[in-house]
Each structure stands twice: as C-alpha cells, then as structure tokens.
C-alpha cells in the first residue's frame, strides 16, 4: 500500500451516508476473505468496487446484502448500526443486489421474474393469491420506462439478451424502493452496446438519489458512470478515491496489486 | 451471448410468433395432444369393448385418480426442483401403519390415520432437510428412503404378526368418521336416480335388482380431483405457486430475490409424502387390508405422468392439469389395453415410447421459450 501518499481516502461526500461498512472482516474457516474492508455509499453517487478474481469483491457484497455475517466490523445504515440475518432483513431495508449471472430465471416470464420475492397479493374470501393483472400492469409500465419493448409480460425471461435482463433486474430493484443498490459485474459478459445500455441505466438510476454500489474489474466501466472508487486487493481496501483524482492508469495498476502488471504491460505493449 | 452488440436492434429481427406457436408454448401440450390421440383411439378401436359403459368408465377414472394423486406431489416437487423416489415405499409404509396402529394395536382408525398423516409427512420433512443440509441430489437420499421405508414396511408385519398382510381393516373401519372420507363414495342418490331413470346401467337380476351397477364416486376420485385443483392454483395463483417455480428453475437467483428456496422444497417434500399418504389411505379402506408390496414402482409412474404433463426434469417448469392428464392418459392406457384384450406387456413398451416422446417435445418446448438453438 506505497500508493497511499496520493491515493488517500475520499473526501466525504456533503450528504450523510446510507450505508457505512467499517473494517469488515470475513474468515471462511482459515481463509480469510475481508480483512478489514471500509466502504460508505452516499445517496445518489454511483461508488465503483473494483479488484481483481479474488480480491474479495463477491463477499464483500454478500455481506452487504446480508448473504453472509461479517466475522468483525461494523455496518451503519442511516447512522444506525445494524444486523442482517438473511437477505431478506437487507432487502426490507432497502439493499438490492442484482447478480452477476443469477438475476433472473430464464424460464419464468418478466413479470413473475419481477415480482419474485416480492408478489402482489389480492384477497379473494380471506386467502391471498397474486394479483397477477397488477404485476402485469406494473412490470409492462417499468419496462417501457427503461426502454425495453416486451411482446408482453408473460414474455420469458430467457427470450431476453443479457443487458436486458440486466436491465430488468435494476428497474425491479428501484421499483422495490431500493436506497442502496448493488450490482455484481453486471457489465462482464455483455458487448458494447449491451454495456452501454446498462451503464446508461446506472446512470438514470443514480440520478433519482440512489447509491449504488457498482463492482467491476473492468476499469474503463467504472470510469465511464463511478463517482468514487474504492480498489479491493487481497481482502483489503487499497483506499478511495474521488473522481478525478485518479487516472484509468493508476486505478488498473491498484487493481492488479502494481508491479506484475506494469511489466506484463511492457511486454504486451499497452494493450491491457 | 453470441448477439451481444445487436441490442437495440434486435426488435426487428425477432419474427413475430404466429398464434399456433404461442399457444404451443403451454406445459400441458403435450398431455392435451396426448388425451386426444389417446381418447380418439380407444373411440375408435375399443368402443364396444365395455370400457366406455359406466363400470368401464368407473374403472379407469379410478385407476388414473390413482395416479393423479401421486402425480400432483411429484409435480409440485419437480417443478421445485427436486425428485422423490421414495413415494412407492411411502405407500407402502403409510398403508402399513395405518394397519398396525389400527388392527394390531388396536386404535380408532381416524387415529390411525391422523398419526400416520403426521409421521408420513414428518418422513416427507426429514427427506427434504437432508437433501437440503447436504446438499446432495434428491434423487440418491429419496432412493435410501425408497430402500428404508420398504424393508421397515416389510420388517413391521414379519416381526408382529409373523405375516405380510394385515387384513381385518374394515371391520374396524366400520362407521369411522374419517375413514369414510377416504373409503366411502359420494352422489349415491344422484347414480340411483340415473339408474332409475336409465341412463346408466342396473343390475337386471340378483338381489341388487334395480340398483345401478355404478352406485357412487368414489372419494378416491374426489381426492384427485380436489388434489389437482388445489395444486394448480396453488402453483400459477399464488405467491408461493412463484417461489416453487423460482426454486426449481434457479435456486441461487430464487435466494438472492429474497425467496425462501428452501422452506420452499421441504413443504414440497411434505406435501408429496401427503399425497402418497392420500393414496395409501384410500388404498388400505378399498381393500381392507395392508400389504408389504403396496406402491411398487409408483415413484417412477408418478414421475413419468409428471413428464407426460411437460414438467422438466430439470425443474423451473410444467403443470399441475398437465400431470393431471398424464396420469389419465396412463390409467386411460392401463385400462384400454386391458378391455381391449390386448397383451398388458405391451402396456409397458407404450410407456417407454410415451415417455421418450414426452421429453423429447419437453426439450423442444423449452428450446422456444427460453429462446436457445
């Protein structure tokens, strides 16, 4: 951590943060997956997560979502400190996470995929059914907003192209009423128009006063939509930096732990 | 993602479907298709055989409620995501300790039942909390549960009463408020009124002289039907109909969305411990008597209805109606093949050539959905 002389934390954004992770760990038996990770996500700024495979981004953002419970650390959400037992404690509280491959079930239609976890219930003679109509209805509505033209709600998610499917996944988020929203890599295994399309997306939905957590390791991503970047190396924070302060240079050389990649790059001529 | 970078325009590159092809994208295709032939054939070939007087009717519609019974846990099951071979044992041992508890041991039957609902169900829950805590395929622990339950079902009659059927059960069924519901028959003055206005068919002489030879539906058609009704709405009108479709077609994904997978699959595995406990019920009160050998191979004809119905194996996807007529198109066969005279070994290679069929439009179906080449 020699870069730490430019590469000093942040300067707080002006507003509160909603989310405040401090020195997060994670053991997983002996391995040690976090080992004291600090990252705070304001409302309306688009904060990047990058590292390399294995830099501990992926558990980082399962114990933010609740998936796993951190060995030690300290998770404020809105200033209060809190506890999640599952997923679900996370999701109520307003942390979305949309995963890398595992956002949607391609055999399920767009607006059971939208509603899964969350479906609308009517009550006809005292027991509940879901109100299929108003899914429907709503999920129609949320996808013309995104720009995306369904055939029709029952359409299957698997007749979708990837960014779609990104796409849908992050309005179903913001529709639950997501503060906080976390997307896994949504952008590695899409083509350009396709990333464009999301990135595009991150954008709008930054713009409605939501933080997200955006984790990727491809830095020209994050440089396009990312507010601040926080660089995740062997399950530590190599440190957070605004934008602007810090050059795609710089951030792909953090992200590869430095010296490896600048001789690498010498012998591929700049091409990473 | 081999069309990655044509997003945008990828809406004019989509043909618009043609009607046939969207109503063909249904899980029960291949059970309407099924019935139809099926139905059509024994029209044509084996109408006056007998299997379409109201006995003959009775006899298959008893047979397939039968297999429906059991195909709407499998269904559910399998649409979670998960198998069970132990259903055939299940039945076997339900029906078993109903017996026990009634004849040997000497209880009321509507307590005989009620405790062997519980157990039954309770097996169901330690079937599927296995499977969930180690995280092994169903498939191997439910085939030591079809190897358990089967040798206690065994081992329990040989060691008590040195014997591997007990009988006796109807005597001390007689006027039990709960065995009625699974023994007993309905609308018996309604088929007394067909009878006597000649509809259906009367016994011409002996001491029922008048009576119809139909004198009733039995509750084990009732259960069937209740059974499928209740499984169907609860899979496509419910919010947990959508968390058994998300656990079986993505379980990861399905957790991530908050769903509770596997809650989800243990009810699934009661449920369908419920179901074969239903059968065995109804199966122990018709014949008074308990058998070790009871659901032999059910598991595997409740799976085969189940992929006739346009279930995949993989799970995520299929019908209750579409299991349901599975298993009439498999009591239907069953039966015909049987008034029709023809050889019942031949029964089998039908059913091998039925199922094979029967996945094989499964894959096709699933291809055009999820849009794969």
Same mark, same amino acid.
């Given at each position: 951590m020699t870069e730490?002389?430019?590469?000093?934390?942040?300067?707080?954004?002006?507003?509160?943060?909603?989310?405040?992770?401090?020195?997060?760990?994670?053991?997983?038996?002996?391995?040690?997956?976090?080992?004291?990770?600090? &990252?705070? &996500?304001?409302p309306g700024e688009c904060h990047c997560l990058l590292g390399d495979n294995?830099?501990?981004?992926?558990?980082?953002?399962?114990?933010?979502?609740?998936?796993?419970?951190?060995?030690?650390?300290?998770?404020?959400?809105?200033?209060?400190?809190?506890?999640?037992?599952?997923?679900?404690?996370?999701?109520?509280?307003?942390?979305?996470?949309?995963?890398?491959?595992?956002?949607?079930?391609?055999?399920?239609?767009?607006?059971?995929?939208?509603?899964?976890?969350?479906?609308?219930?009517?009550?006809?003679?005292?027991?509940?059914?879901f109100d299929h109509d108003h899914a429907n209805e709503v999920t129609m509505e949320e996808m013309r907003k995104m720009g995306i033209n369904l055939r029709g709600p029952d359409q299957a998610v698997g007749t979708l192209s990837g960014g779609e499917r990104q796409t849908v996944a992050i309005a179903r988020a913001v529709h639950?009423?997501?503060?906080?929203?976390?997307?896994?890599?949504?952008?590695?295994?899409?083509?350009?128009?396709?990333?464009?399309?999301?990135?595009?997306?991150i954008d709008k939905v930054r713009k409605q006063g939501i933080g997200v957590v955006f984790i990727t390791h491809n830095v020209r991503h994050a440089m396009a939509v990312g507010d601040r970047f926080t660089v995740l190396n062997r399950g530590q924070t190599l440190g957070t930096a605004m934008r602007g302060e810090i050059s795609q240079e710089e951030l792909q050389d953090l992200m590869a732990g430095g010296q490896e990649l600048v001789k690498l790059e010498g012998s591929l001529a700049g091409t990473v | 993602?081999?069309?990655?970078?044509?997003?945008?325009?990828?809406?004019?590159?989509?043909?618009?479907?043609?009607?046939?092809?969207?109503?063909?994208?249904?899980?029960?295709?291949?059970?309407?298709?099924?019935?139809?032939?099926?139905?059509?054939?024994?029209?044509?070939?084996?109408?006056?055989?007998?299997?379409?007087?109201?006995?003959?009717? $009775?006899?298959?519609?008893q047979v397939s409620a039968q297999?429906?019974?059991?195909?709407?846990?499998?269904?559910?099951?399998?649409?979670?995501?998960?198998?069970?071979?132990?259903?055939?044992?299940?039945? =076997?041992?339900a029906g078993m300790m109903i017996a026990i508890f009634s004849v040997t041991l000497g209880w009321p039957v509507w307590m005989a039942i009620i405790v062997t609902f519980i157990l039954c169900t309770a097996l169901g829950a330690v079937n599927g909390f296995i499977v969930i805590?180690?995280? $092994?395929?169903?498939?191997?622990?439910? $085939?030591?549960?079809?190897?358990?339950?089967r040798g206690f079902t065994?081992?329990?009659?040989?060691?008590?009463?040195?014997?591997?059927?007990?009988?006796?059960?109807?005597?001390?069924?007689?006027?039990?408020?709960?065995?009625?519901?699974?023994?007993?028959?309905?609308?018996?003055?309604?088929?007394?009124?067909? =009878?006597?206005? =000649?509809?259906?068919?009367?016994?011409s002489r002996g001491s029922r002289e008048g009576q119809p030879v139909v004198d009733g539906i039995p509750m084990l058609?009732?259960?069937?039907?209740?059974?499928?009704?209740?499984?169907?709405? $609860?899979?496509?009108k419910t919010q947990f109909g959508n968390w058994i479709f998300a656990a079986g077609g993505d379980a990861e994904a399905a957790r991530n969305s908050g769903v509770p997978v596997n809650r989800v699959k243990i009810l699934m595995f009661m449920f369908t411990a419920f179901c074969a406990t239903v059968f065995a019920t109804c199966q122990v009160m018709e014949f008074g008597s308990a058998g070790a050998d009871r659901g032999l191979l059910k598991e595997f004809e409740a799976i085969i209805a189940v992929v006739i119905g346009g279930a995949l194996l993989t799970g995520g996807y299929g019908s209750v109606i579409g299991a349901a007529l599975g298993a009439l198109i498999f009591g239907v066969v069953q039966q015909g093949l049987f008034f029709a005279g023809v050889e019942s070994s031949l029964f089998r290679v039908f059913l091998g050539l039925i199922l094979l069929a029967a996945v094989i439009l499964n894959t096709y179906v699933r291809r055009m959905i999820t849009g794969e080449r």
């Open positions: 730490d002389t430019k590469f000093h934390h942040g300067d707080p954004a002006p507003s509160e943060p909603i989310i405040r992770m401090t020195n997060i760990e994670k053991h997983f038996g002996s391995v040690i997956a976090l080992a004291g990770v600090s &990252v705070d &996500v304001h294995g830099a501990g981004k992926s558990t980082f953002i399962k114990t933010m979502s609740g998936v796993h419970k951190p060995t030690a650390g300290e998770i404020f959400f809105e200033g209060q400190p809190m506890h999640f037992e599952d997923p679900r404690d996370a999701i109520a509280a307003g942390i979305a996470t949309v995963h890398q491959h595992l956002a949607m079930i391609p055999l399920m239609s767009v607006s059971r995929n939208f509603f899964m976890g969350n479906e609308p219930v009517r009550k006809v003679l005292g027991m509940s059914f639950f009423g997501a503060k906080v929203l976390i997307l896994d890599e949504p952008t590695s295994a899409l083509g350009v128009r396709q990333t464009a399309n999301v990135l595009a997306t | 993602m081999s069309d990655a970078q044509n997003t945008a325009t990828a809406d004019e590159r989509i043909k618009s479907r043609s009607r046939l092809r969207e109503a063909m994208i249904r899980p029960e295709l291949g059970g309407m298709i099924g019935t139809a032939i099926v139905f059509t054939l024994f029209f044509l070939f084996a109408f006056d055989s007998g299997m379409f007087s109201s006995k003959g009717v $009775l006899n298959w519609s297999f429906m019974i059991i195909a709407v846990g499998a269904c559910l099951l399998m649409i979670a995501g998960e198998f069970d071979l132990s259903v055939g044992s299940m039945i =076997g041992f805590r180690t995280g $092994l395929p169903s498939f191997i622990v439910t $085939l030591a549960f079809l190897f358990i339950l065994i081992y329990f009659p040989q060691t008590i009463e040195r014997k591997t059927i007990i009988g006796g059960i109807s005597d001390a069924a007689e006027g039990d408020w709960l065995a009625g519901v699974f023994g007993g028959k309905v609308f018996q003055g309604f088929f007394v009124w067909l =009878g006597d206005m =000649g509809w259906i068919e009367t016994f058609i009732v259960w069937a039907i209740i059974l499928v009704i209740v499984g169907h709405i $609860l899979l496509t």
